[in-house]
């Protein structure tokens, strides 16, 4: 999620129109600013004092800025409206808007006084913004004097009101990134069909042109080598076909598990056979530590796919032979299941690796743009449906794949 300004949530015209309608009930000057402190609304019911002779000064609308920024930061560290002493002597209050645990603005009243300002500490301010003492403390006379349980009451609604209004950004910011969202999964759904459309064309060509020359030769051996290669390619491309189905049924939001019992030796084992069978896979071997147990609960399928991918991902990098470690240990009631597969030949460089590891744990919402990454799309979104976490890295020669998906421990084996 990108970092949102406040006013890219709320418009300028609904703070202000709030703010006003405060001030007007509080009878208070009160001001919304951003992050930093600074004004994103005019002031309201602000105080000739404030106006026209502390913020006019470069120190004195510094510091303004500071005070506002500092009780807001209060008020979200104690989770309480924060009333305080500005630098000026008035009494002010604040409160955070805050976006995912961030504050993105401030909304702060007040400008009132409790008690009588000190004469002394008034001259020695004036001074120090390079304002006549004598019209300062004038200014100050003219400030609103109320009881200190009024500015607490009127503290207490500003800090409602600024949970309203984060609340608001929160909603709006949702809407927006579910526009974004919306945009490019339909964008990218629209150019997968198009790619899809324009590989299957060119598949369905390769064929014809294979079968019409092995036709034309009227030779059977070359018949026969005709129709395996066509068999092999179609396989290829019915692959192809599904991960792309996955791919637009993960982007429009329908992906689904299909969580059921299982043996874990035998579904390993024979994910290990089938792909061993692979003409264009590496060989694989298969080490399943002993105290995995017997029977767990889990998406056994899509954990094979999983296995699938990543082994075509070593293959087509120069992996020509691998090794698939399968444990598990117990957290809390979860049976953790850990997947290793292992390649020394794999000719993966560091960049490849940085690369395929954002693209399955980054936060961001990734869209591919190849059908490699459109492989390891699915494969994110499979790990994160099943709670998993996934790393890639190299130790020494070899590049190893290990992700881990908590199961359920039915019966048996040792745990």
Do not use: W
């Not at 609304?41 to 000739?48: E, K, M, V």
């Not at 002597?89 to 504050?103: E, H, Q, R």
Request: with cysteine; aromatic share 6%.
């Amino acid at each position: 999620m990108q970092n949102y300004t406040l006013t890219e949530l709320i418009k300028p015209n609904i703070l202000q129109q709030i703010q006003d309608a405060f001030s007007e009930y509080s009878g208070m000057a009160s001001i919304t600013t951003d992050a930093e402190g600074v004004p994103v609304t005019a002031g309201s019911n602000f105080t000739h004092f404030c106006t026209d002779l502390i913020r006019i000064t470069e120190a004195g609308c510094k510091n303004c800025f500071n005070c506002d920024k500092m009780g807001a930061a209060q008020a979200m560290e104690t989770g309480l409206p924060s009333v305080y002493t500005c630098h000026s002597g008035l009494v002010d209050f604040s409160a955070p808007i805050m976006l995912n645990g961030k504050m993105i603005g401030c909304f702060v009243g007040g400008q009132v006084l409790t008690d009588e300002p000190d004469a002394d500490f008034c001259r020695r301010k004036a001074l120090e913004y390079g304002i006549d003492p004598d019209a300062y403390i004038e200014s100050l006379s003219a400030i609103k004097r109320m009881p200190r349980s009024n500015v607490e009451r009127s503290a207490k609604l500003l800090f409602d009101i600024s949970k309203a209004l984060s609340s608001m950004a929160l909603h709006n910011c949702s809407e927006i990134e579910n526009s974004k969202s919306m945009e490019l999964a339909a964008r990218s759904q629209s150019d997968y069909i198009m790619s899809l459309t324009s590989d299957m064309t060119s598949i369905t060509l390769d064929y014809m042109d294979t079968a019409k020359e092995a036709l034309d030769s009227g030779d059977p051996d070359e018949m026969k080598r005709a129709l395996e290669m066509i068999t092999s390619r179609g396989a290829g491309a019915s692959e192809m076909i599904r991960d792309s189905i996955a791919y637009l049924q993960m982007i429009g939001r329908r992906f689904r598990m299909s969580e059921e019992e299982y043996a874990p030796r035998k579904v390993f084992s024979a994910i290990t056979d089938s792909l061993n069978q692979k003409a264009d896979s590496a060989s694989i071997s298969l080490e399943i530590e002993q105290k995995i147990p017997e029977i767990l609960l889990g998406d056994a399928g899509g954990i094979c796919q999983l296995i699938d991918k990543f082994a075509a991902l070593f293959t087509e990098n120069g992996g020509k032979s691998l090794q698939l470690g399968i444990s598990s240990y117990k957290r809390g009631y979860a049976e953790m299941l850990k997947i290793q597969l292992c390649s020394e030949s794999a000719e993966l460089s560091d960049e490849q690796i940085d690369k395929i590891r954002n693209i399955i744990t980054s936060d961001e919402e990734y869209y591919a743009e190849t059908m490699s990454e459109l492989a390891l799309s699915i494969v994110r979104t499979q790990i994160r449906a099943m709670s998993g976490t996934f790393d890639i890295f190299r130790s020494g020669g070899s590049v190893t794949i290990e992700f881990t998906i908590p199961q359920l421990k039915i019966e048996g084996g040792a745990s």
